[in-house]
Nanobody
Framework: VQLQASGGGLVQPGGSLRLSCTPS????????IAWFRQAPGKEREGVTV????????YYSDSVKGRFRVSRDNAKNTAWLQMNSLNVDDTAVYYC??????????????????WGQGTLVTVSS
């Protein structure tokens, strides 16, 4: 099983990027998808979750209103649309797949499948 994350890059403050997550050997329709990020010198942070089944979403306070997670189970792809980016969003972004319970949806240990990470740099 592999998750391929892509779409990172260099963007100016206020700009937008869309990250993609495409797994192989795994059907997204059976998994909760989460995006995590890790900035230099900081712990990995759960950014957003797209729940399997009911499709409910969760966003951390730091990205709420600016980021949007979506998925197309038929295309077996998930996306993270990031708008109004600021320097604090600079990090390596990872997509992950798992079946965590609600209370653990931002616990990275509950996700067995991970992408390789894609770097997002917000800088002028």
């Amino acid at each position: 099983v592999q998750l391929q994350a892509s779409g990172g890059g260099l963007v100016q403050p206020g700009g937008s990027l869309r990250l993609s997550c495409t797994p192989s050997g795994l059907s997204l329709r059976s998994y909760t998808i989460a995006w995590f990020r890790q900035a230099p010198g900081k712990e990995r942070e759960g950014v957003t979750v797209s729940k399997v089944g009911n499709g409910m979403t969760y966003y951390s306070d730091s990205v709420k209103g600016r980021f949007r997670v979506s998925r197309d189970n038929a295309k077996n792809t998930a996306w993270l649309q990031m708008n109004s980016l600021n320097v604090d969003d600079t990090a390596v972004y990872y997509c992950a797949a798992g079946t965590p319970i609600l209370s653990a949806q931002c616990d990275s240990r509950k996700y067995p499948y991970w992408g390789q990470g894609t770097l997002v740099t917000v800088s002028s």
